[in-house]
């Protein structure tokens, strides 16, 4: 069926009878086309999850069909439902150091269109990447340094904050931003801040995880991205990436190798969620790809 409005809907409640029924015949009832979906039942938890995307000849007042869906389905199934405009972009802030590999391949992929994102600002706590920056076109903004430590991680954590919400950013991606939040910003940002961590998780935590690797003698490395929580490198996977390496490779090859297994997970990662496929299910996250 061709049409030129597409929507979504991300829903997620208690597990029970008839939850597909009742969600797929609401759209039936108004000549919705269903394009895709996808749904998990999560035996463990007791949690059901379900996206779909769908099409309409008419383009939709979203707020006036989230309301009649919440009173005639989600209200008596204790259903938490999202309805968006499929190619509505999500707004994104994107946070950097020094290491340009994640950012180039975010903006890239953007300004390509495989990434459905509108980059609403780059933050950074070094000026190294602001000519990338301003290749792609877009706003660069050094954060504050003060006198202290503790000052300057302060300000600027009040900064990106500040930022998020002026720019009604959905996201944050920290394209290795080598900082590490304070438990009060992760959060005012849960569920709403991706990490890229170097290093296949749970394991090599923290600092220089492919010096930790190279003395280990790994014969696999990896990439990690996660949702962003108080415990360090300990946020709800998003996605992996992984390789084979052996006894030849040295700490800065098992570097090189990862960029690129960085640059991988971290894009699908934001890709996933930017497409409102990722549900938060307890540690663990439901990724519905």
């Excluded at 869906?69 to 999202?82: G, Q």
Aim: glycine residues 6%; negative net charge; charged residues 25%.
């Amino acid at each position: 069926m061709s049409s030129s409005h597409h929507y979504t809907l991300k829903v997620e409640c208690p597990g029970r009878t008839g939850l597909v029924a009742a969600i797929t015949g609401f759209l039936a009832e108004r000549d919705f086309f269903i394009v895709e979906m996808k749904q998990f039942d999560d035996e463990n938890s007791g949690r059901f999850f379900c996206r779909l995307e769908f099409s309409s000849v008419n383009e939709l007042d979203l707020e006036a069909i989230s309301d009649e869906f919440d009173s005639k389905v989600a209200k008596n199934l204790e259903m938490r439902a999202v309805w968006r405009d499929a190619k509505s972009p999500m707004k994104t802030l994107i946070l950097v150091s020094q290491h340009d590999h994640c950012l180039m391949e975010l903006l890239y992929q953007q300004k390509r269109g495989e990434l459905n994102i509108e980059v609403t600002g780059i933050l950074s706590n070094h000026p190294d990447l602001e000519p990338i920056a301003k290749f792609y076109g877009f706003d660069f903004e050094l954060l504050p340094k003060l006198e202290t430590s503790l000052e300057t991680k302060a300000a600027r954590e009040k900064r990106i904050l500040q930022a998020f919400k002026e720019t009604g950013s959905e996201l944050v991606v920290l394209a290795r931003y080598m900082q590490i939040l304070s438990p009060e910003l992760c959060s005012a940002l849960s569920g709403r801040c991706i990490n890229i961590h170097h290093s296949f998780l749970p394991g090599f935590k923290g600092a220089r995880p492919y010096y930790q690797a190279y003395e280990r003698g790994v014969k696999q490395i990896g990439a990690t991205a996660h949702y962003v929580t108080s415990d360090l490198d300990e946020g709800p996977i998003i996605e992996q990436e992984v390789g084979r390496v052996d006894h030849g490779f040295t700490p800065d090859g098992l570097r090189d190798m990862g960029r690129n297994m960085e640059n991988l997970a971290l894009s699908k990662a934001v890709r996933a969620h930017s497409q409102h496929r990722v549900f938060l299910n307890g540690l663990k996250t439901v990724v519905l790809s």
